[in-house]
């Protein structure tokens, strides 16, 4: 595996990938690599002939008070796990090459990314959106893979793909989840086994909201039921949990065909997402 920290070095080796006439592979993280991680890597390694891995903590989507310093960070692991994922390059820029003292040109997606997560997190997906096109720029792939568990932001980067004709195809796979349901996350190390336990009630709530909604049961009822159940949670408090559309993400007014939970609370501090879209028959 090829090992590349230099922003231009890894330009120039897209670019004669491309030239060869490879097709190029690319699953953007932040590191501390899970089966999550793991399942968009071995997508790409399926679907493209060349896989590029990025790690890098990207300081411009933490806002102040925020994890960015006691992230998780191991490259050596993550280094071993690659290797073992047979990637072709690994991408792990440092954050002056990234941004320079005198960087001042963001990307900013103004629609969707206003809800949920934007609210409680302004200026995240401004750096969520800036640092993917720079990525996108450096690497230069042919397709790039996100997880569903970041629904809105899977979401927003499709859309700035969109409009700025990024010339990528943007591939969003399931969540994955580890035994007890816990939707698979870096973040998923700050638990105790205590708040582990508290955690799973998450998924087992979202999938609750699923039964009663197929029972025909009104949006309205299955949320407050839904949030009762949370409350009762000692340590979990809830931020958030709405039931939207999948692509407006805007709240439901009526039950469709396509549903989607999203929600977000902390469990004895630990600030965790999830979600759980329903298909109905109608």
Known sequence: ???????????????????????????????YLHEGHLSLIRKAREETEVVVVSIYVNPTQFGPGEDFDRYPRDLERDRSILENERVDILFAPSDKDMYPPDFSTYVEETKISQRWEGERRPGHFRGVTTIVAKLFNIVLPHRAYFGEKDWQQAKIIKRMVRDLNFPVEIIV???????????????????????????????????????????????????EKMKKELEEIPGLELEYLVLVDPDTLEPLQNIQKENLFLIACRVDGVRLIDNLCVKLEK
């Open 173 to 223: 796979l399931p969540t994955v989840r580890e035994k007890d349901g816990l939707a698979c996350s870096s973040r998923n190390t700050y638990l105790s086994p205590q708040a582990r336990e508290k955690a799973t009630s998450i998924y087992k709530t979202l999938k609750k909201g699923e039964e009663w909604l197929r029972k025909g049961w009104g949006h309205k009822e299955i949320l």
């Open 1 to 31: 595996m090829e090992v590349i920290g230099n922003l231009q070095l890894m330009q120039e080796r897209s670019l004669a990938l491309r030239k060869e006439g490879k097709i190029i592979g690319f699953v953007p993280t932040m590191g």
